[in-house]
């Protein structure tokens, strides 16, 4: 069977996917995009190991990641999955922001980076949050200020990809959190608009991070499209 490949969001690992991988009932490949300061170098970087074909699946960052494999390979991708994540490029005022949080993050302010300007806008409300933050700051640090510099940039630069999903045809499943403010609804409906074919899914109780927020669903969601 041909595997998924499970791409995270920014600043994250493997464990931003909440175990949902081990309930999927296909092969899975954890892919982390922490190498390159360019989309397409990334992208690059994955398809040089990456298997013929396969299922691809990213969250946020990692959905920017897997438009970008898309746009390169669109023959590999027997079906794509976009959760929580953005086709356009980076809007000015973000980009705007980046230069500041990678030099405080150079200059050992990582962890307030992380808990001033992002994390507080992760989650929707809900008695497991702390858990949830306090992962994300570990998978953060422990990948370190390096890996922040050169994923801010990537994103900072990378291309609009709307016409990239309007080439595609192949199943498609367009996910996102009812309360995501980073990526709100207006993106994943702009997602399926260009793929007709996809279906959308919103998932009540959680914002930027169903997997972790919302396993159940999100798993049930993934895994009705993977049939």
Known sequence: MTPIVLIPGMMCDARMWGGIDADLGVAVIHHLPTEADSMAALAALFLNTAPPTFALAGLSMGGIVAMEVLRQAPDRVTRLALLDTNPRAEAPEVQARRAPQIARALGGELDSVLRDDMKPNYLAPGPGKQV??????????????????????ALRDRPDQQATLAGYKGPALVLMGEGDTLCPLDRHQLMHSLMPQSRLQIIPGAAHLPPLEEPAATTRALRDWLA
């Open 132 to 153: 949830i933050l306090d992962l994300c700051m570990d998978m953060a640090l422990t990948l370190g200020p390096q890996v922040f510099a050169r994923q801010s940039r």
